[in-house]
Structure formats: C-alpha cells, structure tokens
C-alpha cells in the first residue's frame, strides 16, 4: 500500500480538481488516497458552498479514497497555521508516504531549498534579514531579499530576483512552502511532490474553459443560483451530487448569509472583541464603529479596509468573531506536532483498508460516529479542538438548513454518520 495524502477544500470539487488528483497518483506512485478536507468554513475566512459530508461525498465519488475533516481551528487561518494543521494530520496518521499538491512553479526542488532556508535559518541568512529590516523594509521584503542574497552567495539555485519574488507571492506557492516547513518542521517522513496549476489562475473569477478556478464557480453561483450553471467546469460525478442537494433544497452558502449573526455578535461582545484570534492593531474598534452603518457584509468589510488591514485579514478576522476562536484557544493548539482525532467524512473500500492501516500504525482516536464516542474530557486539546468542530457546524447548519428545518434535528455532528461510497 503507497498512500498519497491531499491537502484541499474542494469548494466544490471540479475539472482541475479532478486533473490533479489523477497526476498526483501518477506522480507518487500511489495506490491510495487520502484527503484531510477543510469542515464547513475555510481558509479564506467564509463558509463553504455545500456542507462537509456533501463535498466529501462528491471526492470520493471522484476518486478520493478517504475523506478526513481538518479541524476548524486550523481549516480558518493563515497558510501557516492551516499547513501546520493539515500535515500534522497526515503526520500522525503514520502510513502516509507523500503529498502532492498544485503550484504556479511546479517545481519541487526550487520549493524545497526555499522552505529549508526558513526553516534553518542559517547565520548567512539572519544577517542578511536584519540588515534589510534595519534599513526599515517591511518583513516580507526583507525577507525576500536576504533569502535571494543568500540562495545567490551559496549558488544554491539559480534564479533570478524576479521570479524568486513572484514565487514567494502566489497563492499557491505560499501554502506549498508552508507544507514542506511543516514537514521539516515534524521531521516527518512524508515526501512532498508539486504539479504545476493549469489553465485557470486561483483568484480568477471567469469561466473561459472546461478548467476554472473554484474562484469562478462560487461567483457563477452566486449571481445565478443555478447548478446547471457549472456543468461544463465540474465532473459529471459532482454535478450529480451538487444537483441532488438543490433538488433538496439546499443551496449555496456565501459570508453574506452570516451577517446577521455576526452583527449580533460583535455588538454584544464589543468589550471583548480583542480576545478573539487576529483581532489585534485595533481593528475591533473599526468593526464596531462600523457595524450599525453597514447593510452587508461586503459593506463591512470595505468600510475596514485600509492599507493595515487586507481583505484577507479582514475576511479571516470576521470568521474568528463569528466562530468565537479565541486568542487564547488558538495558542493551545498553533504548534501542536501531532493531531487527538480524526473525523471521517467519507469513504470508499480502498478507504475502509486505509483505516485499517492507520489503526495498526497510529494511536489516533478515529471518529467515525459521535454518538459512539466517549469524549475525554482530561485532554484539553482534543477538546478545545473538538468543540469548535461541533460550534463550527452548528453555526454553519442554521443558516444552511433554512430550507428544511424539519431534518435539523440539532447538533448534527451527532446525527450524520460519514458517507460510504460503493
């Protein structure tokens, strides 16, 4: 058994998602296949289209053998703190022998001198860093000059300043970089492997071919609310399970939807808005101030932004308020080197021989059904992470259920079982 583990969000699960699953496999050899797949709010700070079991479905439908949930605490943060999470989950499971994941540079080897450089951080190097941020550059250009100077000194690639810096500033690269720190980090036994991104950039919002960024589905659906919208740029397999959802009447979740709550929520934590997670530099006095005059979400979130404050920050900021993850909780959890739990979302046969697996090598509890766990309340970890999962969906589930309130039957993490897949 060779298992490949995959580090996504499939929101939703479409053609470039299905491209890359099939050259990773080639790539690394494998025979199997893990996905640790972010719940129902994600890296960007919003919530994701479809539920966790639903997207979980759709991937092994498309050839995913086993579907495992990040926890939320990580699934909502910056590329570090979610990279951390994802391999530490991988890591613990101990039978994973390599990921593979997307990037503009689709080389490995450039990737992985980069992110050894950070990791050590040689003498060289330091000096280098210190010099430019004495000269008064912000962190990430400095940093971006002494690695280059230092890459340049010791030969170590050759490349030049330019595509050194547009390496260190795509999106992809980014979360790339921060799984091979990981890795080094845990020294862990996993072997990355990169596939260069096609056709389609991460942040594009068009759809000009059969291959398009996840970017460009979310918005075609938010200005048509119509799944057929999407047929051409997602496998027919997703499709199918998409459809069956509106036919259900569930449908797309966009962080409009959560406005509501989160206004009721920093109005009534207006004193305590620092204690949550990000929320530093001041920017809880700017979301309060604003909140009474803003009608959407989007209204907010441009009324705070400024050249402090990015969109991103602001988006994953706003995500913390709504979901409560304090700063507190956060520290307890951010440098953890190995993961309580896995929650299983879905699964086909080649799954169910991967579980046997990591039962024979990991003494990770495995939750396959909540009602049928006994939670311990004497780690603190498993449960600061384990009670945000469950707030997490309980948040997400008031909204998403607006449509069918009769099948709410309360916290749902306690009613639905992960999906096998025949």
Known sequence: MKILGLIVEYNPFHNGHLYHLQKSIEKTQATHTIAIMSGNFLQRGEPALFDKY????????????????????????????????????????????????GSEEGDIDILYTISKILVDEPKEFK?????????????????????????NKFKLLDISKEKL???????????????????????????????????????????ESNICSATAIRKQLKNLNDISSISKVV??????????????????????????ILSSIIVRDKDILNTYFDVNEGIE?????????????GDLKESIKSKRYTMTKIKRTLNNI???????????????????????????????????????????????????????KDDDIFKTLIDYDIKASNIYNLIYYKNNKNLLKGPMDFYISPKYVK
């Open 165 to 207: 810096l547009d390496i260190l500033n795509s999106s992809n690269n980014i979360l790339g970089l921060e799984y091979i720190k990981s890795i080094l980090k845990l020294n862990s036994k996993i072997k990355p492997y990169t596939i260069t991104r096609v056709q389609s950039d991460y942040n594009s919002e068009t759809i």
């Open 54 to 101: 639903t997207r979980a479905h759709a991937a092994v439908k498309n050839g995913v053998d086993l579907v495992i949930e990040l926890p939320t605490m990580f699934a909502c943060q910056s590329a570090e703190i979610f990279s951390h999470g994802a391999i530490t989950t991988l890591n613990t499971l101990n039978c994973v022998d390599s990921i593979c994941f």
């Open 127 to 151: 000096i280098c860093l210190k010099k430019y941020l004495d000269d008064g550059m912000l962190f990430p250009t400095a940093r971006s000059l002494a690695l280059f100077d230092y890459i």
């Open 322 to 376: 709504l979901l409560g993850i304090t700063k507190n909780d956060m520290k307890k959890i951010k440098n953890i080197n190995s993961i309580p739990y896995i929650r299983i979302l879905a699964f086909n046969d080649k799954g169910r021989e991967i579980i046997k697996n990591i039962k024979n090598n990991s003494e990770v509890n495995i939750i396959n059904k909540f009602s049928n766990i006994s939670f311990s």
């Open 285 to 297: 006095n700017r979301i309060y101030q604003n909140i009474f005059t803003s009608s959407t979400l």
């Open 235 to 260: 496998p027919n397999n997703t499709f199918d399970v998409l459809k069956g959802k509106f036919n259900d009447n569930f449908y797309p979740m966009f962080d409009d939807n959560y406005f509501e």
